[in-house]
């Protein structure tokens, strides 16, 4: 006796597609046979584990019979002592993504609307549509959010607002200023989630700290990670900042192991590294250097990044560049899905990668330097 399963499911799963990763390097070389790869798909952090996570991953190793610390006390406490804020208003995730689906989750029913920018990261919609929740896409402005336009387009069914700043896949930067500007505009129980996965990224003199702004408007969810700049991607482990009485709801749905102690602990470990930090942004900063001059050099426009990918119009079909670099050895990410066809997001990766890279698409599009 067969049965439709996808009937069973609710009509917004029923339409969705499974987020798709980054091509992982030993896929491609079962499917090819190439070796000696380089990935530059995922913005992961080249500079590998920090020193000081590994020793304390290593002391670790004994109580993984053990279940974690449901609660994460020490690195909330970790958290909230670098952050000048309370335990309480830290909520602990299996990475940031998981966060904004507990977000979702939490507040928003089917006849509530939430919104998020054109070009913006696919986990906002995979999220609305999964929940069945009435998705608000307002047009780019320069590749990016349009603050002005998010404000006149919130309405009585708004519940929620996605902003990611620096935006993933095309890095473009909103100004604390016009944040503020925006956070002031909207109303009081319409939730606004800064999604600051690349926050370290940025420049630090126009960054800011939007946790600051929490108690002017409690409304407001930061959310940020320990994939990228702190290296922790394959342990997947994030944290929101919010008002007290958001974490605690968000506490009530959350998973009670979803952080495994591995995770808590390098992420407790890694938290203070200022070492490990400015080395991975002096990397990424040099690769960004590197990239752009080299876009510039052949002509080739490319979207300023503030994270640590940047984001190039590869002048045809960035899917059929895609493929043809796989040929190379060279795994980058096409964001067609994004509504950017002719565009490639390309990670930064050490010195060594971002040549393989560089000559691997001048061979590819027949470049002349």
Not at 193 to 198: C, F, K, S, T
């Amino acid at each position: 006796m067969s049965c439709d399963f996808l009937s069973l499911a609710n009509s917004g799963v029923q339409k969705l597609h499974p987020y798709q990763a980054g091509k992982p390097t030993d896929e491609l070389e079962r499917e090819l046979g190439i070796t000696d790869i380089v990935k530059l798909a995922s913005n992961e952090n080249p500079l590998g584990l920090a020193p000081s996570v590994k020793g304390a991953l290593q002391n670790e190793l004994t109580e993984l019979t053990r279940y974690p610390d449901a609660n994460g006390y020490y690195l909330k406490k970790a958290l909230a002592d670098k952050y000048a804020i309370e335990i309480e208003q830290v909520t602990l995730g299996n990475g940031s993504n998981d966060l904004l689906e507990l977000i979702a989750r939490a507040f928003v029913s089917r006849d509530d609307e939430v919104m998020y920018a054109e070009h913006a990261f696919v986990v906002y919609p995979l999220v609305t549509q999964a929940i069945g929740a009435k998705a608000v896409v307002v047009p780019a402005k320069d590749y990016g959010h349009d603050l002005v336009a998010m404000a006149n387009a919130i309405t009585a069914q708004t519940k929620l607002i996605f902003i990611a700043n620096p935006n993933n896949p095309t890095g473009t930067f909103l100004e604390q200023e016009a944040i503020h500007a925006f956070l002031s505009k909207v109303p009081s129980d319409v939730l606004v989630v800064l999604d600051e996965a690349y926050f370290e990224y940025a420049t630090a003199s126009r960054r800011g700290n939007a946790i600051e702004w929490i108690n002017e408007f409690p409304n407001l969810i930061v959310s940020r990670t320990f994939s990228k700049a702190y290296g922790l991607a394959g342990l997947r482990v994030g944290y929101a900042i919010s008002h007290p009485d958001i974490a605690d709801i968000l506490n009530r749905v959350r998973q009670p192991f979803n952080c495994n102690a591995l995770a808590l602990k390098a992420a407790e470990t890694v938290l203070n590294d200022e070492e490990y930090l400015q080395k991975s942004v002096a990397l990424n900063n040099q690769g960004m250097d590197d990239l752009s001059a080299f876009f510039t050099d052949n002509n080739l426009d490319f979207i300023a990044s503030m994270g640590n990918f940047i984001t190039v119009d590869v002048g045809k079909s960035g899917d059929e560049v895609y493929q043809a670099l796989l040929q190379q050895g060279v795994i980058v990410r096409p964001i067609t899905g994004y509504g950017l066809a002719n565009h490639l997001r390309i990670s930064i990766g050490t010195q060594a990668e971002n040549q393989r890279f560089k000559e691997a698409l001048t061979t590819v599009l027949n470049l002349e330097s």
